[in-house]
């Protein structure tokens, strides 16, 4: 292995880089624009839920409950119905995604101190945002509700405090950005190489390599590093982009998000460096790229859904997948400002995942030509 | 040692086919030795054997002393090879293919510029240095990508059909600097299927369907494959009597090249005189007569001829 022969290799790969536009478009313009994309469109935030409200009451009370309930962003108004089964028709029309529902006798009910309702009526067709939906809306009843009655000086019977760490708003960009620039990136990363070698192959310059003294490892090598600082430049931007637009946190230290970074995109290049050398041909190694980093980084990274929602067989699946690790490893870094001293399984597996991969391309890397 | 190349029973078979059999011969340091055969003949499975793109099924073979088996790298550090498909980097300019090749083969930093610049002299590409490799018109790309293959001093260089489909005057500048390579002792090893480049071989070998047929000099070939005088004759009607000159005793062959006809007569000598009268006799005027050299294309065709008929 002759550190000449691998420079030589590299700066050859960095010439076809600048010659090509679109490589640097991939690399670096694509991260963005799917981290835009995703992270606007994939947005599991809740905002102008339109709500229905039926007073009954038309007391003090409930007027400011449905004031309450539509000073936020949360909730829009979709009007005020008489009964029931109008309000009923606007969730069916889909005019309203949720109904409030206040009982005739709320304001004595809780003068007195007795058991007061309030219905809520919730759209279920969309599973999530009703489940969001129905949070949002009995915290905001129950809260409006308890300060009434504060006011009536009742102690309520028990008090649930709930302290959300990390993400206190909840807002999913926060907890979907490292998880969308992992997916982003394995795919990149993936493409780059996959496409590279292959092209090689097609263009007949491969033959050529294999009559000078380089070797397998030295080519494996010399496609990598430059993918690699590529590579780390699109993490920088990503996490650059998601921290300015998304108002994504950086708690963690650098260092840390650089090597778990490298660690990952050397496994990924690798996957598709191995792809390269088993396809041979441009159109088969983009379909093998995209695959197989596509699909297991999207569904089984954890990105958007929880791995432990998932089947046994798929949690065991999902320990194959590198995205995981960098995913969980992002969060670590980002959101929960960790370091390697919590973070070193997720290096650890990203770093084995790199060395098998880098392993395996070498070995598979045809010595001959035929 | 004085055979930079030995072969010895050299065999490569692709499944049931027998792209080369048993081949054996040896190259001398410094000689150009030509691989000639049809397309399909073994050339190009023979070259990348030699050059370690492609193991041998039987036999041997040592490359500048190093066996392609057992050293494979070796053999590479001590060789040029130019594929029969242009394999440089289109999308670079000629600068940095050298400076990629040069890398490749282990030169740097003064080593590497120094290469370039008495390789770029040598194959006067100095002009074209800043020129993306796919903009150079054809010949100029086989020029550049002999430059790649030679610049780390190679012992051996290959050339596989180097001049396929480039005109014939770039043809001719590349010969000569195919010659002067040798010249300066380079041993080069080059296939082709235009004959008339074969006459500037030292040797020639001639595959038939992955048999090596015949190995010597040119003269030795044309002396052996087409013996006797050949006299081309012009005039009219001369096909018309075609049959009739290949009937004369003393004839051992006659073709039409063109619009010429030309006879070759036994190893006895020139009857020209008789050759002349009987033609006339069968029809045809002749206006000129002149004696020919033979061509490597007629001793291929006498070598392929007698393959058959045996």
Redesign the interface.
């Given at each position: 292995m002759k550190p000449r022969r691998i420079l030589a290799l590299a700066d050859k790969e960095v010439r076809h880089v600048m010659r090509d536009v679109r490589t640097l478009y991939l690399a670096l313009a694509m991260p963005l624009l799917m981290l835009l994309l995703f992270g606007f469109g994939v947005s599991f935030d809740l905002e102008h839920l339109p709500v229905a409200v039926v007073d009954l009451d038309q007391s003090t009370v409930s007027r400011t409950l449905r004031r309450r309930l539509l000073a936020d962003d949360v909730f829009d108004d979709a009007g005020l119905y008489a009964s029931g089964a109008e309000a009923e028709r606007a969730l069916v029309e889909g005019k309203a995604a949720m109904v409030v529902v206040i009982e005739r006798d709320l304001a004595r009910h809780l003068a007195r101190g007795e058991h007061a309702e309030v219905q809520l009526l919730v759209d279920g067709s969309d599973n999530s945002s009703a489940t969001q939906a129905r949070a949002r809306g009995e915290l905001a009843v129950r809260a409006i509700l308890a300060s009434s009655t504060r006011e009536l000086r009742i102690a309520p019977a028990i008090e649930l405090r709930t302290i959300t760490r990390f993400n206190p708003s909840g807002k999913s960009a926060v907890f979907l950005v490292p998880g969308i620039s992992a997916y982003v990136l394995a795919m990149v990363a993936v493409l780059l190489t996959a496409l590279t070698v292959s092209r090689e192959w097609e263009r007949g310059s491969m033959a050529q390599l294999f009559a000078t003294p380089v070797t397998r490892a030295e080519i494996v090598l010399g496609k990598l590093l430059p993918y690699l600082l590529l590579g780390l430049l699109a993490v920088l931007l990503v996490i650059a982009a998601g921290g300015w637009v998304f108002d994504v946190p950086f708690r963690g230290s650098a260092p840390t998000l650089c090597l778990l970074s490298l660690l990952f995109l050397i496994g990924m290049l690798g996957l598709g460096l191995l792809i390269s050398v088993v396809a041979r041909n441009q159109m088969v190694a983009t379909q093998l790229a995209t695959m197989s980093s596509m699909l297991p980084s999207l569904l089984l990274s954890g990105f958007v859904f929880p791995i432990d929602n998932m089947p046994t067989a798929l949690q065991w699946l999902s320990r194959a997948v590198p995205a995981r690790y960098y995913v969980s490893g992002l969060r670590g870094v980002l959101l929960r400002g960790n370091g390697l001293g919590e973070l070193w399984p997720e290096a650890l597996m990203l770093g084995a995942f790199g060395l098998v991969m880098l392993a395996l391309s070498t070995a598979r890397f045809p010595r001959t030509i035929a | 040692m004085s055979h930079v190349i030995e072969v010895e029973n050299l065999r490569r078979e692709?499944g049931s086919f027998v792209a080369v059999r048993n081949v054996s011969f040896h190259v001398e340091r410094g000689e150009i030795f030509g691989y000639l055969g049809a397309n399909g003949a073994g050339k190009s499975t023979t070259i990348?054997m030699l050059?370690?793109?492609?193991?041998p099924t039987g036999g041997r073979a040592r490359v500048a002393g190093h066996d392609i088996d057992h050293a494979?790298?070796r053999v590479?550090?001590s060789?040029g090879?130019m594929?029969q498909?242009?394999?440089?980097?289109?999308?670079?300019d000629a600068r940095?293919n050298l400076?990629?090749?040069?890398?490749?083969?282990?030169l740097?930093g003064k080593a590497l510029r120094g290469a370039i610049e008495q390789v770029v002299e040598r194959t006067d590409l100095g002009e074209h240095l800043t020129q993306t490799a796919s903009a150079l018109p054809g010949g100029i790309r086989q020029r550049l990508a002999l430059a790649c293959a030679v610049m780390h001093r190679p012992e051996i260089v290959?050339l596989d059909e180097p001049t396929a489909g480039v005109d014939p005057v770039s043809r001719r500048q590349f010969w000569k600097l195919i010659r002067e390579l040798a010249a300066q002792g380079t041993t080069v090893f080059v296939t082709t299927h235009y004959m008339d480049e074969a006459e500037y071989c030292a040797r020639i070998g001639l595959m038939v369907d992955g048999a090596l047929v015949a190995l010597d000099t040119p003269d030795a070939l044309k002396a052996e494959y087409v013996p006797g005088t050949t006299v081309e004759l012009e005039g009219s009607d001369l096909q018309r009597v075609l049959g009739a000159a290949r009937q004369l005793p003393f004839v051992r062959a006659a073709d039409l090249f063109g619009d010429r006809l030309r006879v070759r007569f036994d190893a006895k000598g020139t009857d020209l005189a008789r050759l002349e009268e009987a033609l006339r006799r069968a029809g045809a005027q002749i206006t000129r007569d002149s004696q020919v050299e033979a061509s490597l294309e007629e001793v291929f065709l006498a070598v392929v001829g007698r393959k058959e008929a045996a």
């Amino acid at each position: 292995m002759k550190p000449r022969r691998i420079l030589a290799l590299a700066d050859k790969e960095v010439r076809h880089v600048m010659r090509d536009v679109r490589t640097l478009y991939l690399a670096l313009a694509m991260p963005l624009l799917m981290l835009l994309l995703f992270g606007f469109g994939v947005s599991f935030d809740l905002e102008h839920l339109p709500v229905a409200v039926v007073d009954l009451d038309q007391s003090t009370v409930s007027r400011t409950l449905r004031r309450r309930l539509l000073a936020d962003d949360v909730f829009d108004d979709a009007g005020l119905y008489a009964s029931g089964a109008e309000a009923e028709r606007a969730l069916v029309e889909g005019k309203a995604a949720m109904v409030v529902v206040i009982e005739r006798d709320l304001a004595r009910h809780l003068a007195r101190g007795e058991h007061a309702e309030v219905q809520l009526l919730v759209d279920g067709s969309d599973n999530s945002s009703a489940t969001q939906a129905r949070a949002r809306g009995e915290l905001a009843v129950r809260a409006i509700l308890a300060s009434s009655t504060r006011e009536l000086r009742i102690a309520p019977a028990i008090e649930l405090r709930t302290i959300t760490r990390f993400n206190p708003s909840g807002k999913s960009a926060v907890f979907l950005v490292p998880g969308i620039s992992a997916y982003v990136l394995a795919m990149v990363a993936v493409l780059l190489t996959a496409l590279t070698v292959s092209r090689e192959w097609e263009r007949g310059s491969m033959a050529q390599l294999f009559a000078t003294p380089v070797t397998r490892a030295e080519i494996v090598l010399g496609k990598l590093l430059p993918y690699l600082l590529l590579g780390l430049l699109a993490v920088l931007l990503v996490i650059a982009a998601g921290g300015w637009v998304f108002d994504v946190p950086f708690r963690g230290s650098a260092p840390t998000l650089c090597l778990l970074s490298l660690l990952f995109l050397i496994g990924m290049l690798g996957l598709g460096l191995l792809i390269s050398v088993v396809a041979r041909n441009q159109m088969v190694a983009t379909q093998l790229a995209t695959m197989s980093s596509m699909l297991p980084s999207l569904l089984l990274s954890g990105f958007v859904f929880p791995i432990d929602n998932m089947p046994t067989a798929l949690q065991w699946l999902s320990r194959a997948v590198p995205a995981r690790y960098y995913v969980s490893g992002l969060r670590g870094v980002l959101l929960r400002g960790n370091g390697l001293g919590e973070l070193w399984p997720e290096a650890l597996m990203l770093g084995a995942f790199g060395l098998v991969m880098l392993a395996l391309s070498t070995a598979r890397f045809p010595r001959t030509i035929a | 040692m004085s055979h930079v190349i030995e072969v010895e029973n050299l065999r490569r078979e692709f499944g049931s086919f027998v792209a080369v059999r048993n081949v054996s011969f040896h190259v001398e340091r410094g000689e150009i030795f030509g691989y000639l055969g049809a397309n399909g003949a073994g050339k190009s499975t023979t070259i990348k054997m030699l050059c370690g793109l492609l193991a041998p099924t039987g036999g041997r073979a040592r490359v500048a002393g190093h066996d392609i088996d057992h050293a494979p790298q070796r053999v590479k550090a001590s060789i040029g090879y130019m594929s029969q498909k242009f394999s440089l980097y289109l999308d670079l300019d000629a600068r940095s293919n050298l400076q990629f090749f040069g890398g490749i083969y282990g030169l740097r930093g003064k080593a590497l510029r120094g290469a370039i610049e008495q390789v770029v002299e040598r194959t006067d590409l100095g002009e074209h240095l800043t020129q993306t490799a796919s903009a150079l018109p054809g010949g100029i790309r086989q020029r550049l990508a002999l430059a790649c293959a030679v610049m780390h001093r190679p012992e051996i260089v290959f050339l596989d059909e180097p001049t396929a489909g480039v005109d014939p005057v770039s043809r001719r500048q590349f010969w000569k600097l195919i010659r002067e390579l040798a010249a300066q002792g380079t041993t080069v090893f080059v296939t082709t299927h235009y004959m008339d480049e074969a006459e500037y071989c030292a040797r020639i070998g001639l595959m038939v369907d992955g048999a090596l047929v015949a190995l010597d000099t040119p003269d030795a070939l044309k002396a052996e494959y087409v013996p006797g005088t050949t006299v081309e004759l012009e005039g009219s009607d001369l096909q018309r009597v075609l049959g009739a000159a290949r009937q004369l005793p003393f004839v051992r062959a006659a073709d039409l090249f063109g619009d010429r006809l030309r006879v070759r007569f036994d190893a006895k000598g020139t009857d020209l005189a008789r050759l002349e009268e009987a033609l006339r006799r069968a029809g045809a005027q002749i206006t000129r007569d002149s004696q020919v050299e033979a061509s490597l294309e007629e001793v291929f065709l006498a070598v392929v001829g007698r393959k058959e008929a045996a």
